[in-house]
Nanobody, 124 residues
Framework: QVQLVESGGGLVQAGGSLRLSCAAS????????MGWFRQAPGKEREFVAT????????YYGDSVKGRFTISRGNAKNTVYLQMKSLKPEDTAVYYC?????????????????WGQGTQVTVSS
């Protein structure tokens, strides 16, 4: 059974940092593109970041550029999201995603695996 399991969410004050982790299992993800989306209450799902299977290419949503950094673990089945200078508007459920074809995109429907999500709350 394929699973993406996120961890690291929580409550943090504005200006603080959090590091999200995602562990993938059930198949090999070494050639999959992986990334993060988020969804705040009453809002559409938003692209946050994605990384190629080699780790050589990364893309970020405009609202997080310069503050968030995506990376992959050496085993390629883990992905991390380092979040700094957090703002209240970053509050959302963050979802880890994987594209088994290795396609690096910003479009939600191109990712065929999704985690259950982890809540990030930034207080002002």
């Amino acid at each position: 059974q394929v699973q993406l399991v996120e961890s690291g969410g929580g409550l943090v004050q504005a200006g603080g940092s959090l590091r999200l982790s995602c562990a993938a299992s059930g198949r090999t993800f070494s050639t999959s593109a992986m990334g993060w989306f988020r969804q705040a209450p009453g809002k559409e799902r938003e692209f946050v970041a994605t990384i190629s299977w080699t780790g050589s290419r990364t893309y970020y949503g405009d609202s997080v550029k310069g503050r968030f950094t995506i990376s992959r673990g050496n085993a390629k089945n883990t992905v991390y999201l380092q979040m700094k200078s957090l703002k209240p508007e970053d509050t959302a459920v963050y979802y880890c995603v994987a594209n088994s074809l290795g396609v690096v995109t910003t479009t939600p429907h191109t990712y065929d695996y999704w985690g259950q999500g982890t809540q990030v709350t930034v207080s002002s």
